[in-house]
């Protein structure tokens, strides 16, 4: 050492963390944080789901096969039905959201922090809720509990309580991260920032946070009333004492006919961001995508019905929701039209997210193309309630909440952790999950239309055309499983030893590319003033201007944006 | 499975109409997105031509959507109208008063089917009917939801509590028809399965008959047995 220095120096490098990081995160009121829990929090979720439609598929691989018994099974089904739509589902999409759309919009953080912080946390207790086994008998009543099956006459264990009222904490975590997003994206948009200029991302955070505004309540009312029906002698589903078992029916369609759209409009959202960026080229029609994001949230809501062609309602009623569900023709088909023209006489360049926005488009596509023949009344009264109906329904969940979810997780994965996922390891697990997809799924869609074989069953009998197509679809969902997992243990393996990726990963056009990697806690220091829908494009721009001015003898230097 | 009804006729041909327009849909989209992921491959330095759009095109891809919607829904509707016509009783069928489909009441109960017929007999687990004749199910049921779905014959129907749905059939042939429950009724569910037996009008009248008789002498049997003590 020699001289000590005379004046100390401060240096700023981030105040050291108080607390423990564990204690930062559980009482982080940051969109950034609450998104990061929500996502985590849904993708452990995923691998639970997985276990649990792999622990079904081991059932159903023999005829009568006694792997499982009928109470066991029933219970893991439900299990499934809840895991993979309340707590794998709407969180990762709403934490995509809820991470994203903020940055997206140039704002500092949200306008209500502590009310998403209350819904991100409510979501977590949901699932300890459900998953609280050791306190509770899982329930027993299947993935929509229909009353009076979900009465405490037929079910007098506290799963279905269990079950409600996870579900019911879940959802109304869900409605106040809605709130919180409406409020965001209304109030905090940077100086510039109009609805036309907002990134499409960002309105389908809007649009699905509206749909959540509107379907989550309806939910909440109908858990109440079970939880009423079940604990204090109400008679809301009871159809024997004047109440009305169709109420649940349509408070309950609504609700996961509903999600089922928020989960469409999530992916598309995702793949309108990612396949411009990486075809080099603006998203081709803009407006109509946004238009057609709304759509799809407002027809393919109103076609609730078209669970219930086999109830006694009215026939007008299913015809009400087949002219909603093939309505939706229309905007899903100029959607897939302008993705893919935006391809066209693009400059593609084929990374994983593309890859798996690709993969999410086939296989919604299988789907939603499915569906619209089982929109089909009298087709609907021959394929509901086949195993037809949980392929098509497969196909464009799995398309839009997995193959969907991860080409997100793979593009906003370098602006969270600042490295990027392994492409090599993304690749198989893209490929993998494509063919398991398919293999697991397609024999569904032969056994139920062909042979009949129907929905929820623990068992199905020999002899009856449909052995091979299980076992079949027993191996394709142990083959998607693994693509599956290997996304997952990418994800986890990156997170420390990925490759380093920069601020602007993927040369995006929205201001989330604009901020660090991952981007300070109040987002940003500067803001640009926005200008058009692209506004990194435009400070690349300016940049480049500048640049070249300065090559030559410059009179004055311009100021970027 | 093939369709041995007039209603599961139509339901068969909207079937092939949906398979086809599904076809088309999922074709043209993964057939579009393969072909432009292997036409336009470029890496960094390109820059491709900005095109943002066109209104013109985007309304013709617009309105060809519609069209074939617009199809889609007006066939849905004839052929859905065509399947859900009463068909009525043929010469070979077993003629009821006022050319009226012959009644039979299905109730659900976990976790089995019993069909009560006009003539105060009943049956479990299989149904007798007689060939080419009209016949209505009144669907009811004891307990929680179940869906009666015998798909070669009749669309699904649920049985819903406080209500009474209906499902009309007329069956072409005579032979054994299967079915299944297709809603989670719970524990058993998966083996709450059906049987139609479409028979002549002579064997159904005969099956009636040796039903009730059946039933007689049980239920003599069982006063038989109380008036002897041996039940209490």
């Not at chain 1, 995509?96 to 306008?111: D, E, H, K, N, S």
């Not at chain 2, 339901?11 to 849909?25: K, M, Q």
């Not at chain 2, 209906?166 to 299944?180: I, K, L, R």
Request: proline residues 5%.
């Amino acid at each position: 050492m020699s001289a000590a220095t005379r004046n100390p120096e401060l240096v700023v490098d981030g105040f050291p963390p108080r607390r423990a990081r564990w204690v930062e995160i559980a009482t982080s009121a940051d969109h950034k944080d609450l998104g990061r829990v929500l996502i985590t929090g849904a993708l452990g979720f995923l691998f639970i789901a997985v276990v649990e439609l792999l622990l079904m598929r081991l059932q159903l691989a023999i005829p009568e096969n006694t792997f499982l018994t009928p109470v066991t099974f029933n219970r893991v089904l439900s299990l499934y039905g809840a895991t993979a739509v309340f707590l794998f589902a709407i969180p990762l999409a709403l934490g995509f959201f809820y991470y994203v759309a903020p940055l997206q919009i140039g704002a500092r953080g949200t306008a209500l922090p502590r009310l998403g912080q209350l819904g991100t946390w409510l979501y977590i207790a949901g699932g300890a809720v459900l998953y609280s086994g050791f306190l509770f008998t899982p329930t027993e009543a299947g993935v929509n509990p229909l009353a009076p099956l979900s009465s405490l006459a037929f079910l007098p264990n506290n799963g279905v309580d269990a079950w409600a009222a996870a579900t019911g904490l879940a959802t109304l975590g869900f409605v106040l991260i809605a709130i919180d997003l409406v409020a965001t994206l209304r109030r905090l948009r940077a100086p510039g920032m109009a609805w036309r200029r907002l990134p499409v991302f960002s309105w389908a955070a809007a649009i699905c946070s509206w749909l959540l505004l509107v379907i989550g309540p309806v939910m909440i009312a109908a858990l109440a009333m079970l939880l009423i029906d079940r604990n204090f002698e109400g008679i809301f589903f009871a159809g024997d004492a004047g109440g009305s078992p169709l109420l649940w029916q349509h408070l309950s369609w609504i609700f996961f006919t509903g999600t089922y759209m928020l989960v469409l409009v999530f992916a598309l959202g995702a793949i309108a961001e990612i396949v411009p960026a990486l075809a080099r080229k603006p998203l081709f029609n803009r407006g109509a995508v946004i238009g057609s994001l709304a759509a799809i949230a407002v027809l393919g809501t109103l076609a609730w019905m078209q669970n219930m062609y086999s109830a006694p309602i009215g026939v007008g009623w299913m015809y009400f929701a087949m002219t909603m569900s093939l309505a939706l023709i229309v905007p899903v088909g100029l959607v897939f039209f302008n993705l893919i023209a935006t391809l066209s006489g693009g400059a593609v360049r084929m990374r994983a997210p593309l890859l798996f926005a690709a993969g999410a488009i086939a296989t919604i596509s299988i789907g939603l193309a499915s569906e619209v023949c089982h929109s089909m009344v009298a087709v609907g009264w021959r394929l509901q309630h086949t195993t037809d109906s949980t392929a098509a329904t497969h196909f464009a969940l799995v398309g839009g909440a997995v193959f969907g979810g991860f080409a997100a997780l793979h593009w906003w994965f370098p602006k969270m952790t600042g490295r990027t996922m392994g492409e090599t390891l993304a690749r198989f697990s893209f490929w993998t999950m494509a063919v398991g997809v398919l293999v697991a799924f397609v024999p569904l869609f032969l056994a139920g239309s062909e042979e009949g074989q129907v929905v929820d069953a623990y068992k199905f009998f020999g002899g009856t055309g449909v052995d091979a197509y299980n076992l079949i679809a027993t191996i394709g969902a142990f083959v998607l499983a693994a693509g599956i997992l290997m996304t997952l243990v990418n994800a986890i393996l990156s997170r420390e030893n990925g490759a380093p990726a920069g601020h602007d990963a993927w040369g995006g056009d929205s201001l989330e590319w604009f901020a660090l990697s991952p981007p300070e806690p109040h987002n940003f220091d500067v803001l640009p003033d926005v200008r058009s829908a692209r506004p990194l494009r435009d400070i690349r721009a300016a940049i480049a201007h500048r640049s070249a001015r300065a090559e030559r003898p410059a009179r004055e230097s311009q100021p970027v944006a | 499975m093939a369709p041995h009804s007039p209603g599961t006729e139509q339901i068969d041909t909207l079937l092939w109409i949906g398979f086809v327009a599904a076809a088309i849909l999922i074709v043209a989209v993964i057939g579009a997105l393969l072909y432009v992921l292997r036409r336009y491959r470029g890496e960094r330095g390109t820059e491709p031509r900005q095109v943002t759009g066109g209104r013109g095109i985007q309304v013709r891809v617009g309105a060809a959507l519609a069209l074939f919607a617009a199809a889609l829904l007006v066939l849905s509707i004839v052929y859905t109208d065509k399947a859900r016509r009463t068909p009525t009783t043929g010469a070979a069928g077993f003629q009821v008063s006022h050319s009226e489909p012959l009644k039979i009441t299905a109730t659900g109960q976990q976790w089995l089917w019993r069909y009560d017929y006009p003539n105060e007999s009943f049956s479990y687990y299989k149904l007798v009917v007689p060939v080419d004749t009209a016949v209505e199910l009144d669907l009811v049921t004891t307990d929680v939801v179940h869906t009666w779905d015998v798909p070669d014959l009749a669309p699904e129907r649920d049985a819903v509590p406080g209500k009474t749905n209906h499902v009309v059939f007329s069956a072409d042939e005579e032979g054994t028809y299967f079915g299944q429950a297709s809603t989670l009724s719970g524990q058993a569910y998966a083996a709450m399965r059906t049987e139609v037996d479409v028979v002549s009008p002579d064997e159904y009248e005969a099956f009636l008959k040796s039903q009730r008789q059946g039933i007689q002498a049980a239920q003599d049997r069982v006063v038989g047995l109380i008036e002897n003590g041996e039940v209490p």
